[in-house]
């Protein structure tokens, strides 16, 4: 990390490391905590549990092992597991390689399907991990409405996770209707490889089946 441009960085446990999500951490910079010892919002009020100073100084406590709750040890126990998965199979980089050979697969992939592409079009700023593909075909934009859209969606990927091929693969709720694929370090590549066949056929499946309950 460039830390001389860095004034705070947080990061979970759960994203790439595969871990607890109750659990995150965070590091200040000497120009962050002077901020946060003088900085006082006068138009809202700041929910204690987010105070990070008092009284005008920062509280160290925090940085010294005072935890707001204590964590569970056994979350504790399985970062540290996998951040020594991390180093056993090469660090940064190596982890950074599997999250992009997973992308790269889902990129090839959308280039030449004809029923997906991804919600973000700039590539500069398209997640790396947590990858989102939405629906474009003409035919389903124009055969459902926005509202009724999730719905469609959300049924053929039921399908995958009743074969035991995918699961949990729906976007946010209040996302748009489309496919969320996690393609964090501890997902192997193949398996996203695996999947992207998987995702055709069952859209090709409840396209097919949406167009003859039309005509029927």
């Not at 925090?62 to 399985?78: C, Q, R």
């Not at 990858?131 to 934009?141: E, G, R, Y």
């Not at 124009?142 to 039921?158: H, M, N, Q, T, W």
């Amino acid at each position: 990390m460039p830390w001389d441009k860095l004034d705070v960085v947080t990061w979970s446990w759960q994203k790439v490391l595969g871990s607890e999500a109750g659990h995150g951490m965070i590091v200040l910079s000497p120009r962050a905590v002077e901020r946060l010892e003088t900085y006082k919002p006068d138009n809202r009020p700041l929910p204690k549990i987010f105070r990070m100073a008092k009284k005008g100084q920062i509280v160290e406590g925090i940085f010294k092992g005072l935890t707001i709750n204590t964590p569970s040890m056994l979350a504790v126990a399985d970062v540290m597991d996998a951040l020594g998965w991390v180093k056993s199979i090469g660090g940064v980089p190596k982890i950074k390689e599997r999250s992009m050979a997973s992308y790269n697969a889902i990129k090839a992939w959308v280039e030449q399907s004809d029923w997906a592409t991804f919600i973000a079009e700039d590539e500069a700023v398209r997640s790396r991990t947590s990858i989102c593909v939405i629906v474009n075909d003409p035919w389903f934009l124009e055969s459902y409405a926005e509202d009724d859209r999730a719905a469609f969606v959300k049924g053929f990927l039921k399908e995958l996770d009743k074969l035991e091929v995918g699961y949990d693969l729906a976007m946010h709720r209040d996302a748009p209707a489309g496919i969320r694929i996690w393609c964090g370090a501890t997902v192997e590549p193949t398996d996203v490889e695996a999947l992207l066949p998987w995702l055709d056929w069952a859209y090709a499946k409840a396209k097919t089946e949406a167009q003859q309950a039309k005509a029927a």
